[in-house]
């Protein structure tokens, strides 16, 4: 499995952070952050441990590969502006679910469900929301789980519940938004239409090889005639 994970802290601007009065304690801003790294390598060695026993028991890994990320400063400020909650430290931690992200990259499908059904199961997560947009595509195609989850880490003050958005997706859906998201496309654009059905197409056409692929493998494992390595 490759698993690559970027746990710096991210960037303090401090002329950006001192705009808002918010965030002028910039020490109790990367505590926070600080804090959200912790929910994130919380959620990694899960699904390392998941990863590692399903490989022993079915002699293949449900897991290629994990990324994580957390929102840098003016994102964050951004989206409490623009969704109305209040520009305090504390309001990060009351109102964003996305501010520590880890992202799951799959082979195939069916492991997708197998890989969150694992992780929620455990007796110390608890699941805030769940969103399908692989049975249900956002208008453009896009398509992945999305999970946002509750998960304790244990500070030397003591124990903290932090939500972590945990986006998992095959290889197949993580290329088409990779590549989706290099389009810059303004929505007010006239052909945002023609634009919109053209990623659409690309992302059914992707969505089709990930099935026919899992086929494949089904097929191959019921004859006995598939080598994991």
Known sequence: MNTNINNKMPQIDDD??????AFQNVEK?????????????????????LNDDFQANYARNPIDNIKSRIKDPKSIYDKLKRRGYPIT??????????????????PFIDDIYTVADMLIAQDD??????KDYIKNPKPNGYRSLHLVVEVPIFLSSGKRLMKVEVQIRTIAMNFWASLEHQ????????????????????????????????????KLEAEGKLTME
């Open 183 to 218: 389009i810059h496309y303004k929505k007010t654009q006239e052909n945002v239409d023609d634009v919109i059905a053209q990623l659409t197409q690309c992302a059914n056409v992707i969505y089709e090889t990930d099935t026919t692929m899992q086929t494949i493998r089904k």
């Open 16 to 21: 950006y952070i001192n705009s808002a009065e």
């Open 29 to 49: 801003f990367k505590q926070i952050m600080c804090w959200y790294g912790c929910a994130i390598r919380e959620v990694r060695t899960k699904l390392e441990v």
């Open 89 to 106: 430290l504390y309001s990060i931690l009351d109102n964003l679910h996305d501010v520590a992200g880890v992202r799951v990259i799959c």
């Open 125 to 130: 997560i608890r699941v805030i929301t769940k």
